[in-house]
């Protein structure tokens, strides 16, 4: 997902994820919450731990099977799984998926407020920690609004393509 607004290297040092072993854990997590964690879904998950930044849908659709693409339902329903069991997350404004930075255990299955700077330039994501979103929440439940997610989208330039 490599946007190249501009004329300089976009290779950029990027943080390795050792995928064998969150897909392991994920494996462990899915088992300590009485899900499976199916081959569409560990595909799905391994194709998105790979990808050097956020992934749009139809690109795991097109890369799941060496020999040809997966059926798109397959792929949306190991997302949606992927996303309520917080090990990945959805980027609204891209339409795109990235692992999430510090995913669920076993020992605390979590969803949290998750938070990205999102460069204009290479399209590259990071995903940050979050200030209390607690006020959001608290004038949420004062209206009577019950909130699933938040979701923060930073844009701008990141250090390299500054």
């Known amino acids: 997902m490599t946007q190249h607004a501009c004329d300089h290297d976009h ?11 969150r897909l392991k854990a994920a494996e462990a997590l899915c088992v300590a919450s009485g899900e499976r964690l199916t081959a569409p879904r ?6 998105i731990l790979g990808n050097n930044g956020p ?9 799941f099977h060496p020999e040809g693409a997966a059926k ?45 700077l999102l460069c204009d330039c290479c399209g590259q994501s990071e995903e940050i920690a979050t200030l209390s979103l607690a006020d ?7 209206l009577g609004f019950e909130v699933k997610h938040i979701t923060v989208e930073a844009k701008g330039r990141c250090k390299t393509c500054r």
């Open 72 to 116: 798109p339902p397959t792929v949306y329903r190991a997302l949606s799984f992927l996303e309520q069991m917080g090990l990945i997350h959805r980027i609204e404004s891209l339409n795109a998926f990235v692992a999430c930075a510090t995913p669920a255990n076993v020992d605390h299955h979590h969803t949290h407020t998750a938070a990205f």
């Open 136 to 142: 959001i929440e608290h004038q949420a439940q004062h």
């Open 55 to 63: 992934m749009k849908a139809y690109d795991v659709i097109d890369r």
């Open 11 to 21: 290779s950029h040092d990027t943080t390795t994820i050792n995928v064998d072993a």
């Open 42 to 47: 560990l595909r799905t998950y391994e194709l």
